[in-house]
Each structure stands twice: as structure tokens, then as C-alpha cells.
């Protein structure tokens, strides 16, 4: 495997930027985050070349916004990182020596990434296909050459001495997301509910003792970079605190705002799990539910699913970000996984529904007993819907039908409710181990 040695007799005269004094870092949903943070650097009076390394690789150097007493003139984001390859293509033209069997020294005149070109002393060449078995030894370390991803700023400065820079830029890489876990209890209806964030941060940065926020949300973003930071100070909060100050969330714009209690290490390449809250004691409903669309089926199976208020007098009450909810219910030895759903960003007060899966133990057989046409733009049909229950306890199935034109029930055998212009819903009771049919006939208007 080969080496490389490198003799440094050079220095840089750049003025490098101290290591962040503060950081603060939001994450949003969408693979972004901004970051916050203070360094210290040391200027002169008049024009100075500053580094600001240790910024993520996938920074947007569009986005940078400057604070600091004098003006920055130029800024370049540099990424050609020093590595084999990118030193050797830096000494085209210079002297190097490769240290092996023997001994080759020359002028390096062409390098790949495996094989190099050196014109001798005595003005041969010597080709080289392969470096295995030799070190290369180069005189010196190129000034503009770098190991990490760094800006380049070009400085003025009314006055020498050190000064704070506060820095606020975007980056790619970054996101979170909620997961949620709920147990169901022996009856079905009372539900535990924990709460945990999960960060991923594959910036190609890491993040030391930071500040973070999260923003739950969808923000509307563009398909390249738009630039410049974003300025949180010049909002107003409302401030209300998940439980156990885990996390304090606040409404933000048309979003929210969930940041957490203690400050956290954000590594490259790394995923981390943070409480958000922990629920219990959530009142739930349990529900089979039958999406008809008035078709000859068999053997047909309801949706399971519970539904609860997020509600102060429900034990919740906070807005709820988006995320995975994996659903549990012990069976009187363990716990096991009975079904999962997504749950979309929800505000206090409102509903939510969980899809749980399929009944197994209730089927339903649905028919067009008869159709036909009463006048020249009237028709009218008529619906059985069977439902078979093999399950030893009594149950509710409700019964969705979507229907189109101008439409009248004209007979039922079950009450209905309207719940829009469109759309009906049969409460079905049946007994345990029994079968009922609905029936019901619409006239519809072209």
C-alpha cells in the first residue's frame, strides 16, 4: 500500500477562525438545516484572507450570512480536499521522489490515480504503472491545498485584534423525523402514546454542544438555493411544554417549533433518538370500517382502526408531528405489534385515525340487487351489503359509500349520515356469530 510523506518547509499566512464559541442548529423535515454559530477571529488592520474550516461539505455557500465588524469582499467555498491524488496533480512540473526498490527522483510529469510519469535527471523518463511498493516524498505542502471543507473569505477590517463573526448558513444532509409508539390496552379502548425524535445528520459536519431546534412542517422551498439565513429573532412565540421538559414546543409562523431542553452533540454520519412526550390513559374508539363503491364483491374484509382527540381532557393536546406510529397490544404474556400507520402533522383538538389492518373474523359480500331506468334521465338501483361476523362479541361496522350526480335514498333499512355532498356512512350493528344485510336503494339524476 502506498504512502505518502510530506516534508513541510512552508507555512500559510491565512488568518484561521477559532473553533465555534456557540452554535445553534434548526432541522426541518425536508433535508435542510441552518446553522447558528460564533467564532473568534484574529484580524489586522486592512485586507485579510480568513478560514473558516470544519463547515459541513454539503454547506450552501450561497446561503452564508455574515456578522462581523468589518466587511467580507470575497467568499469562496473550497472543497478540493488534500489526498493523494489532488497533491499529486498540485506537483505537475515540480520535484518529487519515490522511495522503493530504489530510489526515483525527477519532475513529476503526468499522475493518475495509480501510475505516474517522472522525467529523470538525465532527461529520460521513467513510467511508472503502478505505485505499489513505493512511497512518494514531496518537498512541501501546498499553500492553497486544504483538508477540509472551508470557506475563504477576503476580509477588511477597520482595526487589528480579535473579533466575534456570527455566521448563519444552510446545509444539506440534515433532517428529522417523529416515531411514535402506542399500546392498546386489554379493551381496546385506552391507548399509551411515547414520543421520540430522530435526527439524522449526514452533512459531512459535526456539531458540538449545540443549541437545537426542530421545525415541524412543510415549507415551501425552491429547486436551487434562494440565499441568505434566516433571521428566527424577528418572530413571536407562544410557548407551551411537553412533558417532562424534554422538549418545549412553540407555534412558529404556520409551523412549529419543537426545541429541546439540553444542548446535544450532533456527529456526522449519525442518527440519534431524543424524547419528545410521553401520554397515557388516551381515550379511544376501535372501529371496522367498509369503504363500498356498490360493485358485485365477496368475501371482502373491513379496516380496523382506533381514533382519539388530541385534546387536553384526552391527556395530549399538543400539536403532533408527522411520523411513524408502530401500534402494540399485549395478548396476556407479551407485547406484540398488531399494525402501523404514518400520521400526517396534527394540530391540538383535532381527530386523529390509525389504520391498524384487515379483521380477519368479519367478511362482507356486497350486490346490485337490481337497477333500471324509470325515465330519460332517471335511474334507480338498489344496494345489499352482507355482513358475516365470526367473532364471539357483537360489532359495529361502518359502512362508507361515495355516490355520484344527484342522488336520493329512497328506501334504507339502516339509518345513514350525510358526511358531504358525496358521501354516507351506515352504522351496522351485528351480533356476535350472525350475519346482517343492509339494503338500501338510490335514485340518481343525470
Do not use: C
Not at 419543537?258 to 379511544?284: P, T, W
Amino acid at each position: 500500500m502506498k504512502k505518502i510523506i510530506l516534508l513541510l518547509i512552508a507555512t500559510s499566512m491565512l488568518s484561521f477562525a477559532q473553533e465555534r464559541k456557540e452554535v445553534a442548529v434548526t432541522i426541518y423535515n425536508s433535508d435542510l438545516g441552518v446553522v447558528k454559530e460564533t467564532r473568534e477571529i484574529e484580524l489586522k488592520s486592512g485586507i485579510n484572507d480568513v478560514l473558516i474550516r470544519d463547515v459541513p461539505s454539503q454547506i450552501n455557500p450561497s446561503s452564508v450570512k455574515i456578522n462581523l465588524d468589518g466587511s467580507v469582499i470575497e467568499q469562496n467555498y473550497r472543497y478540493d480536499l488534500a489526498n493523494s491524488y489532488s497533491l499529486m496533480q498540485h506537483f505537475i512540473d515540480k520535484k518529487i521522489s519515490l522511495v522503493g526498490g530504489k530510489v526515483i527522483e525527477g519532475t513529476l510529469v503526468s499522475a493518475t490515480h495509480n501510475s505516474v510519469v517522472v522525467k529523470t535527471g538525465g532527461g529520460g523518463l521513467t513510467i511508472l504503472p503502478s505505485l505499489e511498493g513505493y512511497n512518494i516524498s514531496l518537498d512541501y505542502m501546498p499553500e492553497n491545498l486544504l483538508t477540509k471543507p472551508t470557506l475563504v473569505w477576503k476580509v477588511k477590517s477597520n482595526s487589528s485584534g480579535k473579533k466575534e463573526a456570527g455566521l448563519t448558513y444552510q446545509t444539506g444532509g440534515m433532517s428529522w423525523k417523529a416515531e411514535y409508539v402506542a399500546t392498546l390496552n386489554k379493551d381496546n379502548n385506552r391507548l399509551d402514546l411515547n414520543a421520540w425524535v430522530n435526527i439524522t445528520n449526514n452533512s459531512g459536519g459535526s456539531f458540538k454542544n449545540a443549541k437545537v431546534k426542530l421545525i415541524a412542517g412543510d415549507i415551501n422551498r425552491v429547486n436551487t438555493y434562494n440565499g441568505g439565513g434566516v433571521d428566527y429573532e424577528s418572530r413571536m412565540y407562544t410557548k407551551s411544554m411537553a412533558s417532562d421538559d424534554l422538549v418545549s414546543e412553540k407555534s412558529f409562523f404556520e409551523y412549529h417549533i419543537y426545541e429541546l431542553a439540553n444542548k446535544s452533540d450532533l456527529l456526522q454520519n449519525e442518527d440519534k433518538q431524543i424524547g419528545l412526550f410521553n401520554a397515557s390513559d388516551i381515550k379511544v374508539e376501535k372501529k371496522f370500517i367498509y369503504n363500498s363503491n356498490g360493485s358485485n364483491l365477496e368475501n371482502r374484509k373491513p379496516l380496523v382502526s382506533v381514533e382519539f382527540k388530541n385534546a387536553n381532557d384526552n391527556n395530549l393536546g399538543m400539536p403532533l408531528p408527522k411520523g411513524i406510529v408502530r401500534i402494540y397490544k399485549n395478548d396476556g404474556e407479551a407485547v406484540e405489534l398488531i399494525g402501523e400507520d404514518n400520521l400526517d402533522h396534527t394540530p391540538k383538538n383535532e381527530e386523529v385515525e390509525l389504520k391498524i389492518g384487515d379483521a380477519f373474523d368479519i367478511t362482507i359480500d356486497e350486490k346490485i340487487v337490481s337497477s333500471k331506468k324509470i325515465a330519460d334521465k332517471v335511474s334507480e338501483v338498489e344496494y345489499e351489503v352482507t355482513i358475516h361476523n365470526s367473532k364471539e362479541e357483537p360489532v359495529t361496522v361502518e359502512v362508507n359509500r361515495n355516490l355520484w350526480g344527484n342522488w336520493t335514498v329512497i328506501e334504507k333499512n339502516v339509518d345513514y349520515e350525510k358526511e358531504n355532498a358525496n358521501k354516507i356512512t351506515f352504522k351496522v350493528d351485528v351480533a356476535k356469530e350472525k350475519k346482517t344485510t343492509l339494503t338500501y336503494k338510490v335514485r340518481y339524476v343525470q
